[in-house]
């Protein structure tokens, strides 16, 4: 039984911002940021929307969450994103000195850790893997889905 406000509890929030993604077209990737157990911000990909190679869910967030605290810094918050963040993500995260990032799927082609776990902060907590299943399969429906119509 998943206890209330735990990491899985988040980022299944964050899985419904993928959802919503997925329904707009874009690659379900959602995110969402938490201070003090209370969620500050939500963002999930929207490149196709605004056509914006930087519109991943991360920075979406951050940009609401910056806007929300005043504050470039977010030294007492956590990230709640559904895929590992990318290397351009993960610049981001390191500049803005998140306490804690927290993410479901690994992605061992795009994600940061492919190039280097030495991208974020030296104080950021890094948990992976959280509704692993779940952050990963949405993933693959939604390529499966792509690869089906050009063919």
Request: charged share 25%; proline share 3%; with cysteine.
């Amino acid at each position: 039984m998943i206890q209330p406000f735990d990491d899985s509890y988040f980022i299944k929030k964050a899985l419904d911002l993928a959802q919503q993604a997925y329904q707009e077209d874009e690659v379900p990737v959602g995110a969402i940021i938490v201070c003090e157990g209370k969620i500050i911000a939500k963002g999930y990909n929207q490149t196709q929307r605004l056509k914006d190679v930087t519109a991943h869910a991360e920075i979406i967030a951050y940009t609401s969450a910056t806007q929300f605290l005043d504050s470039k810094y977010m030294t007492n918050a956590v990230l709640y994103v559904t895929l590992e963040p990318c290397v351009m993500c993960a610049g981001m995260l390191k500049w803005a000195q998140f306490k804690k990032i927290v993410f479901g799927a690994y992605d061992p082609k795009g994600g940061y850790s492919s190039i280097s776990s030495n991208i974020l902060h030296p104080k950021t907590e890094v948990i992976g893997g959280i509704l692993e299943q779940e952050c990963g399969q949405i993933l693959s429906d939604f390529f499966s889905e792509k690869r089906k119509k050009a063919e």
